[in-house]
């Protein structure tokens, strides 16, 4: 069974930085693109970042410049540094890995969600 455990939520102020992690562990036999997303109180859960197996990065418009998302394979770990924190980046924070595949099959994997505050 795959789990991924997420790590580095908290309280900071706004214009402070805080440092997601998210590593899979399980029995995986490869996986794809790895990404983090948000929601919000009262808002539908949205993309925040995403890199591929080859290290392309999409990132939403709202965070482009101040987030940055990396992988390391090895350690089956995503990683999302994020800076210049604002208020409105005030959400629950999911990770997600694409296609992962194990000897019972393929699937798509959520994290439990990790809690990032901001305040003003």
């Known amino acids: 069974q795959v789990q991924l455990v997420e790590s580095g939520g908290g309280l900071v102020q706004a214009g402070g930085s805080l440092r997601l992690s998210c590593e899979a562990t399980?029995?995986?036999?490869?996986?794809?693109?790895m990404g983090w997303y948000r929601q919000a109180p009262g808002k539908q859960r949205e993309l925040v970042a995403t890199i591929t197996n080859g290290g392309s990065t999409n990132y939403a418009g709202s965070v482009k410049g101040r987030f940055t998302i990396s992988r390391d394979n090895a350690k089956s770990t995503v990683y999302l540094q994020m800076n210049s924190l604002k208020p409105e980046d005030t959400a629950v924070y999911y990770c997600?890995?694409?296609?992962?595949?194990?000897?019972?099959?393929?699937?798509?994997?959520w994290g439990q969600g990790t809690q990032v505050t901001v305040s003003s």
């Open positions: 399980g029995t995986i036999f490869s996986f794809d693109t």
């Open positions: 997600n890995v694409r296609n992962v595949r194990t000897k019972v099959g393929r699937y798509d994997a």
